[in-house]
């Protein structure tokens, strides 16, 4: 069984997070033991964990340690937020934020019946962003739609769309789409901290968090901490293949930024013809992508649609690539034309 220990001065904190993460890791990974390591018992061999989670004020010796030298460590920074992508987290940041950071440096699930070869490997996960130079009800009835699909075709998908509903619908009648209902999780849910997982508004079918309830709850919120929404989403367990898709529009790229380096796979939307606000995105995306990590990838999908004359040929035919391009790692590449 895989052991986290735990290590903080504060003993009233170090008690309280090693309860709540107990409490939260027992629902998606029941398999793990929590405990906390005494700082009068922290000598260099007392640390045999599968993951150390620490406060590096409090613990300066553990760099020399084997567990943390091994990258089995998660150093809680006080007094700032510091990047996932270093093995450091903020320390008041939210359960949450450990939670996620905890999932992805724990060892995988043992499993008394390994796939066979060829097989996919049921905890997997692929993580889109997506982006869209079209209209923002066009992009919402396209991400249902190809979410809807893909249900069909052996994935768990989590659809987490990030553009406020807009007022006037989908504004394709030809999508066939019925609106979410309102009592599903929200992103302005997952923003507050709450377990809101996605949800299915039907057996077998997608699961869904609506976009945020207010229109300024994202501009309200660090983008980083959207990241880590998406980070716990696509950390979750899953019997089958897992699509967690972040449907990003009319959003800043700061936010986008965070989304894609969660995601590692951005996928820009657009109709025939490179107008004005194809190069636009095209050229955020080459200023944004040296900064993210070295595996996240870009890639484009033109689709056959009008979005001022849709038809109902062009809308099956973009439903369909949507859904092949996100089934499919296909070809990405690293960079983006100016």
Known sequence: MPRVLLSDADSDYLEALRDRLASRLSTVRPDVAVGTLPLAAAEPGSASCDLLVYNPDDLPEADAWEVVRAGRALRLIPGGIGSLRDGTVDRLGGV???????????????????????????????????LASLPASIRQA??????????????????????????????????????????LPSVSDLLLGADA???????????????????????????ALVGDAVRRLSARPADRMRLVLAACGEVPFSLVRE??????RVLLLHGPGAGAAVRALRREMALMLPDLPPDVRFSELVLPLDPLRPTVSGWT??????????????????GADA
């Open 197 to 223: 997982w996605p949800r299915p508004v039907r057996a077998g079918g997608p699961a869904f968090v609506l976009p945020p309830r207010r229109a300024d709850d994202l501009s309200d919120s660090p983008p």
């Open 142 to 183: 396209l991400s249902l739609s190809a979410a809807e699909a893909l249900s069909g075709q052996g994935f768990d998908v989590d659809h987490l769309d990030l553009t406020p509903i807009d007022p006037e619908g989908y504004g394709l009648p030809v999508s066939g789409l019925a609106p979410l209902p309102d009592a």
């Open 259 to 264: 989304v894609a380096a969660a995601c590692g």
């Open 96 to 130: 949450g934020r450990i939670l996620a950071e905890t999932l992805r440096l724990l060892p995988p699930e043992a499993s008394g019946n390994p796939a066979s070869e060829g097989d996919a490997d049921p905890h997997g996960v692929r993580c889109v962003c997506l």
């Open 317 to 334: 035919e973009s439903v369909a690539r949507l859904t092949a391009a996100l089934a499919s790692d296909g070809e990405a590449r690293r």
